[in-house]
């Protein structure tokens, strides 16, 4: 194994651990780290593609800002509904929010 | 440098609309809904014009990362004037807090604002950033209901589904540029086509696509939808079911036309995921009772008629995926106009709440005789001539057996569109109901729908050209 197919065996592995966190957890803070798994997943992906193969150094790096950027934005935005759904319901557990039938 | 202003104005303005709007979010003192509406109003309807304006326009901005053509400039208008007509449709907004309308109006237009770029965007980075910007906007926009039970529940799913979906996205197009070594579609478009078979290009594609199925509701994307159109205020499922979904077909389009067409698994992905929407979709609507659930499992089924559009990879197939998104958004918002005018303090309305619709108010059946009539895809509606264009396109290219498949879809959808009518129609009024005031604007509105669905269906020749010449400029090489 290169190095490499390392770096996208670590990125894939965080990948999944993250999917299966947000299907599997029923806290909300922790469904919304999980999807912060999946996204630093991306970045690493992008950051070795970049290091080993591209000819320009700089592409993967500015995308992992801009990703970096969007989920601060992304986490933002989860916490302040999740406290809509904590005011609602006094609780974050994910069970309690389901009434509607999907 | 005036030049580069002038084609990025539509852009711009809807940029200082939404910093008008921001002003009167912070403004001080009661709030004013009146005020708000009419500014909302009449911004949207200068952008509107503003984008028809810039139709001819084209050009490249930003290092080549925002391309402006035909296709884009088309859909950027259908945009500006799908959040008109959605503002329009706002001036009895009960379903949200007076002192939130001014956010309302606000994040439409941040929401709308996203759309355009995401046409535009020809980059990997641009396109991720548009895409972020639009359904950023319309997470917050879902829990903003007033005294509803399951608004922060519907808001809750649809960020996760959402975040989880754009996540997919990311992983995916981390994977093109690792074989495509570029963020550019325009390199990724030479290099990708002879790469298509190998697994991390399949892998890659696969995985962007599932970004922007999460956003037309494709199936296995799709369980956001009932649950937010139930659990979101009525206009703001008017603009997701409407204006987003329109932004969702374009990119669609864009990044499928980057395969070249010569990938059987993409097309097989694409194949089973249109079977299994159609199918999902319209069994599971037939049993609804809501309007808007009802609508939520048609718009899946809707996704399916779209993909076999796209799956012909072909001039025709991507201009009839162009005419049918301006069919479904004119469709759609002549049922909303009436969902809404039906509502009268912002609640839900069930299919049984339209009994009696033509005695109580005869413009509104009329309007939504037409509008349920084109989504089932009957003539002389826009949504016949749509489908009719979407399944030739399909035959050409041999998927013949989809396309009975897809007809057999329709019959089996209209049986719940025909619900629809025969309440409106065929029902008496409930005890009690009183006729339905139509304010003269709502009045005139309601006219403009029904000519431009009629004219749709019966003249679709003009437009249809149109709609060729931008999908030869998503399939001509950037």
């Given at each position: 194994m290169n190095e490499l197919q390392v770096y996208l065996f670590v990125a894939l592995i965080l990948f999944c651990l993250g999917l299966t966190g947000v299907l599997q957890r029923r806290s909300l803070i922790a469904m919304l780290i999980s999807v912060e798994l999946m996204l630093n997943a991306a970045s690493l992906n992008f950051m070795a593609f970049n290091r080993f193969l591209t000819p320009e150094p700089a592409v993967g790096q500015i995308v992992t800002l801009f990703i970096i950027g969007t989920a601060a934005a992304e986490a933002a935005i989860g916490l302040s509904i999740i406290l809509a759904v904590f005011r609602r319901y006094q609780s974050i557990d994910i069970e309690r929010a389901r009434e509607l039938k999907g | 440098m005036l030049n580069q202003v002038i084609l990025f104005l539509p852009e711009l303005f809807f940029l200082f609309m939404a910093l008008v709007l921001f002003g009167l979010t912070v403004a001080s003192g009661e709030p004013k809904p009146r005020r708000d509406y009419h500014t909302a109003l009449v911004l949207s309807a200068i952008g509107a014009v503003i984008t028809l304006g810039s139709i001819g326009a084209e050009g490249h901005l930003f290092f080549k990362a925002y391309r402006l053509d035909l296709?884009?400039?088309?859909?950027?208008?259908?945009?500006?004037?799908?959040?008109?007509?959605?503002?329009?449709?706002?001036?009895?907004?009960?379903?949200?807090?007076e002192r939130h309308h001014p956010e309302f109006y606000l994040f439409l237009?941040?929401?709308?604002?996203?759309?355009?770029?995401?046409?535009?965007?020809?980059?990997?980075?641009?396109?991720?950033?548009?895409?972020?910007?639009?359904?950023?906007?319309?997470?917050?926009?879902?829990?903003?209901?007033?005294?509803?039970?399951?608004?922060?529940?519907?808001?809750?799913?649809?960020?996760?589904i959402g975040a989880m979906a754009s996540a997919t996205m990311l992983f995916g197009m981390s994977y093109i540029y690792g074989v495509c070594h570029t963020t550019y579609l325009a390199e990724i478009m030479t290099t990708l086509p002879q790469l298509i078979h190998t697994p991390g290009a399949v892998v890659g594609m696969v995985l962007t696509l599932c970004g922007l199925f999460f956003k037309l509701a494709v199936f296995p994307f799709h369980n956001w939808a009932p649950d937010v159109y139930e659990g979101g205020a009525n206009q703001v499922v008017a603009f997701v079911a409407t204006v987003s979904k329109m932004a969702g077909m374009a990119i669609l389009i864009r990044l499928v036309a980057l395969t070249g067409g010569d990938s059987t698994y993409l097309m097989n992905v694409l194949i089973i995921l249109a079977i299994v929407g159609m199918t999902l979709g319209n069994l599971v609507a037939i049993?609804?009772?809501?309007?808007?659930?009802?609508?939520?499992?048609?718009?899946?089924?809707?996704?399916?008629?779209?993909?076999?559009?796209?799956?012909?990879m072909s001039e025709i197939g991507y201009a009839s995926v162009i005419y049918y998104a301006l069919a479904y958004l004119i469709l759609n918002v002549a049922c909303f106009m009436v969902l809404v005018t039906m509502s009268e303090k912002g609640q839900n309305v069930k299919i049984d709440d339209f009994s009696g619709l033509y005695k109580r108010a005869p413009l509104l059946a009329v309007t939504l005789l037409l509008g349920v009539f084109g989504l089932a895809g009957l003539p002389p509606t826009g949504g016949f001539t749509g489908k009719f264009l979407i399944f030739i396109a399909a035959i050409e290219k041999g998927y013949l057996w989809l396309v009975i498949f897809a007809m057999v879809n329709v019959t089996i959808s209209l049986y719940y569109y025909i619900g629809v009518v025969k309440a409106a129609y065929l029902n008496p009024p409930a005890e009690g109901s009183e006729p339905i005031r139509i304010s003269i604007p709502l009045r005139l509105l309601n006219y403009a729908l029904i000519i431009v669905i009629l004219w749709l269906g019966l003249y679709p020749s003009t437009l249809f050209d149109q709609a060729k010449i931008a999908a030869e400029a998503v399939l001509a090489v950037l």
């Open positions: - | 296709f884009s400039q088309l859909f950027k208008c259908f945009l500006g004037f799908g959040l008109f007509l959605v503002i329009c449709i706002s001036s009895k907004l009960d379903g949200i807090a237009t941040t929401s709308t604002l996203g759309m355009m770029l995401l046409v535009s965007a020809v980059e990997l980075i641009t396109l991720f950033v548009a895409l972020e910007l639009s359904s950023y906007s319309l997470y917050i926009l879902v829990p903003m209901r007033k005294g509803s039970d399951h608004d922060s529940e519907a808001g809750i799913k649809f960020f996760f049993k609804q009772k809501d309007f808007k659930r009802l609508l939520a499992y048609s718009s899946i089924a809707h996704a399916g008629y779209v993909l076999l559009g796209i799956l012909s």
